[in-house]
């Protein structure tokens, strides 16, 4: 059986002392990962062989009774998972060092380091929980050596429960449930559709199809902005600076939020319309050097997009970053060099046909994507490495 993974985020309601032992196993899971990072830093500073994952995690699991007791007071999932995090750092490490060896870089632009020491005052605090340590019951969940904790809603999904994640975020605690359910049978239409992720809209298709960004998000967005300026004119450290930066965290918490929500309306209904979406990569690398853009493309989440896709559309084809979806005009196939990025509407220098930017950009996307098709070059990237 076809089966596909999906995840519910649901904030918690933890007691104080339930919060404490978040805490407590976020920092466990924090120093079982420094600790061994400790180690292997030592390792290549010496120059010796660097020991393997799974031999510093049956030595700490030897030692930490006696030496590290605290750890023993939490799930023992949080530090198990902190060596499995590790293993999968260190295989993007090396993977990485391959790629760059044969000249191929991350479309980001990003290297991946070797892996460092975490801090306390880090916004990532966090632990696992293996699917044997932990149980669902409507809107409560039973966490080990410590009972249930009460979720602000019961779990979304009826299928196979993997694993869970516990994190912390703008003060409040949630829990991330991975679900295993049978893939939905697609009734889509076997057609290709062309996808513009936008800078103004969230996304424009081939059928002319305009998907707006969130009345409320662009809200919010203002509000950050102005919070932002605010907090510029003040002086760091103050009380009212504090309290203005906790607001921060939350706004930014609520933007999260209604962007996924956006986004998961968005990839939903497209998966609806075509069994093969095409999309444009988008070089984000590039366009970073922009601020501008860079925002509005942060606000599109465009690889957010790309990753829904993937698992509710039957095939997502990448159209390359250097195809001029944007300048060819749709009508005709002539490329009108001269048009600039702010230009909404404009006019076929060969052919006089009026075009609106986005809609030519997606109908060229498509025919694109259709082309590729056809020359049986459907692939879907998985890896976010580009050939150069
Ligand atoms: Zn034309």
Redo the contacts with the bound molecule.
Sequence with gaps: MHTIQRAHKIRLNPTPEQEQYFRQAAGNARFAWNWAVAILRQARKDQTTLPLVGDLKKEFNRIKRDQFPFVMQTTKCAPEQAFADLQHALANYWHDITKRKRGIRRKDGKRVGFPTFKSRKQGDRSFYLSNDKFTVDGPWIRIPKLGWVNMTEPLRFAGTIMSARVSERAGYWFVSIQVQLPAPERHAPERVLGVDVGVKALAVDSDGELFENQKHLAAALKQLRRLNRWLARRRKGGKNWSKAQRKLARLHLRIANLRADAIHKLTTHLAAKATVIALETLNVAGMLKNRTLARAIADAAFSEIVRQLRYKAQHVVHIDPFYPSSKT?N??G?INRDLALAERAWV?S??G?RLDRDINAARNIRDEGMRLVGAERLTVPGSGYVGT
Excluded: G, Y
């Design positions: 005009c009508a005709c002539s076929c060969a052919c046909a």
